[in-house]
T-cell receptor
Framework: QKEVEQNSGPLSVPEGAIASLNCTYS??????FFWYRQYSGKSPELIMS????GDKEDGRFTAQLNKASQYVSLLIRDSQPSDSATYLC??????????????FGKGTKLSVKP | DTGVSQDPRHKITKRGQNVTFRCDPI?????LYWYRQTLGQGPEFLTY????????KSRLLSDRFSAERPKGSFSTLEIQRTEQGDSAMYLC??????????FGPGTRLTVL
């Protein structure tokens, strides 16, 4: 059973701080990794994708992937109240009977306090 | 790109009724996915199409659920004899081959 685990939170950080969101997954043959942001009552919005070990930066966001440890994280620098949302980690397996559908964690709720 | 669109955005129905949702993917995206999301959970995969072919269905997709993508463009998801447990947000996503999936706004279903 493929699984993606996230701490449900809530994670509370002050405005301007770094928010660190973590995700672990169960299968070593995972291909691609994604972070989506979801505001209450809205649909998921892609923040970052990462495919290889290491760091990937995009503006205030940095995704980190460690396949050996089966761990992916998202750092949000200079957190803003508008970053308050649920962050979903998603993993895509593309082998065997599964051809690209995403497996999501339950999400971590982030609250950035002014 | 006009984004993925879904219709209706909200649907309230009585138990036992049939409902149908529509998804229009981003143009030229040949893959279309349906997910279901309940409160406090991440989206759960239901089924996906490559062009008009339905290539995979989750065990979550009971016999009461059927999905089509007749011309490889828009897709419909029908739920027959709705149950209260079907209440959820139904999300559609599209992608170009195995690339990143982009989600539509979702259809929120409430079964009374």
């Amino acid at each position: 059973q493929k699984e993606v685990e996230q701490n449900s939170g809530p994670l509370s950080v002050p405005e301007g701080a770094i928010a660190s969101l973590n995700c672990t997954y169960s299968d070593r043959v995972s291909q691609s990794f994604f972070w989506y942001r979801q505001y209450s009552g809205k649909s998921p919005e892609l923040i970052m994708s990462i495919y290889s070990n290491g760091d990937k930066e995009d503006g205030r966001f940095t995704a980190q992937l460690n396949k050996a440890s089966q761990y992916v994280s998202l750092l949000i620098r200079d957190s803003q109240p508008s970053d308050s949302a649920t962050y979903l980690c998603a993993v895509k397996w593309s082998y065997g009977g599964s051809q690209g559908n995403l497996i999501f964690g339950k999400g971590t709720k982030l609250s950035v306090k002014p | 790109d006009t984004g993925v669109s879904q219709d209706p955005r909200h649907k309230i129905t009585k138990r036992g009724q049939n409902v149908t949702f529509r998804c229009d993917p981003i143009s030229e995206h040949n893959r279309l996915y349906w997910y279901r999301q309940t409160l406090g959970q991440g989206p759960e995969f239901l089924t996906y199409f490559q062009n008009e072919a339905q290539l995979e269905k989750s065990r979550l997709l009971s016999d009461r659920f059927s999905a089509e993508r007749p011309k490889g463009s828009f897709s419909t998801l029908e739920i027959q004899r709705t149950e209260q447990g079907d209440s959820a947000m139904y999300l559609c996503a599209s992608s170009r081959t195995l690339d990143t999936q982009y989600f539509g706004p979702g259809t929120r279903l409430t079964v009374l």
